[in-house]
């Protein structure tokens, strides 16, 4: 992981694509999951985890929706909030 997130441009572009990976990974999300994220879909806690509503997915045909929490990485880097708000 840390090689694909350092292969990505530097800027707001890289940025995105970078908390995308994380938030991807961390939460095991589907391609089709992935995209369909808005930023109204991620809630931040105060004990450094978050959480990502996933509205719709190939389990839930219906859109019943399903709620992923996501914790603190060790690594700083790996951690997909710090990267969405840097």
Known sequence: MPRLLAAQPDGPLGLGNRAMLLIGYGAALR???????????????????????????????????????????ADPDLWPLRTLYT
Request: overall charge positive; charged content about 35%; some cysteine.
């Open 31 to 73: 391609r089709s999951e992935l995209v369909a994220l808005r930023v109204a879909d991620v809630v931040n806690h105060p004990d450094r985890s978050f959480e990502v509503t996933v509205r719709r997915s190939k389990t839930d045909q219906r859109g019943r929706g399903d709620a992923v929490a996501i914790c603190a990485a």
